[in-house]
């Protein structure tokens, strides 16, 4: 997953950080009161729980110029989700236990991948392809087992 810049009010990875933006805020008030959509900017972390709870593969969110579509993707075993998936599902979950107040481990990438813990290795290489790609960093340089925040925190 590489980061770039977008035209998007919000950058997609920061959708589950930022405070919720609108570009029509009448329409948006609007559909407030209709009770179609909320403020607090939850929905995004609603989905990618889903995702988790469901072991899917994370949704990818392609910036469009102004626009962003989301794809969705049907359930897939670990094995069978391209290394780019791996990563992103590794981004979107440190950056959903830090916004839970908690941080990413390896024992919680693989729960979340479904990976067997007698191969932790496979979870610490996508840790470290993560790291590599400035997605992810570790909580406490000087403790290495404190877990993984996202670049961001």
């Not at 008030?29 to 995004?44: A, D, N």
């Not at 988790?52 to 593969?57: D, K, R, T, V």
């Not at 910036?63 to 791996?86: I, L």
Request: aromatic share 6%; with cysteine; net charge positive.
């Amino acid at each position: 997953m590489k980061r770039e810049r977008v035209l998007t009010l919000v950058s997609p990875d920061r959708f589950l950080d930022a405070p919720p933006r609108s570009r029509n805020e009448a329409l948006a008030s609007l559909m407030r009161r209709m009770r179609l959509c909320e403020e607090q900017g939850t929905g995004i972390d609603k989905v990618l729980t889903a995702v988790e709870l469901h072991q899917l593969p994370p949704p990818d969110f392609r910036t469009e110029g102004e626009a962003v579509r989301v794809v969705f993707f049907a359930p897939r075993r670990f094995a069978d989700m391209t290394p780019e998936e791996r990563v992103r599902a590794c981004y979107q979950h440190a950056a959903l236990k830090y916004e839970s107040g908690q941080r990413m481990t390896n024992a919680t990438l693989r729960d979340r991948l479904g990976i067997d813990p007698r191969n932790a290795s496979q979870a610490s290489v996508i840790i470290r392809l993560a790291v590599g790609s400035d997605l992810i960093r570790q909580a406490d340089p000087e403790h290495p087992r404190a877990g993984y925040v996202p670049f961001w925190a």
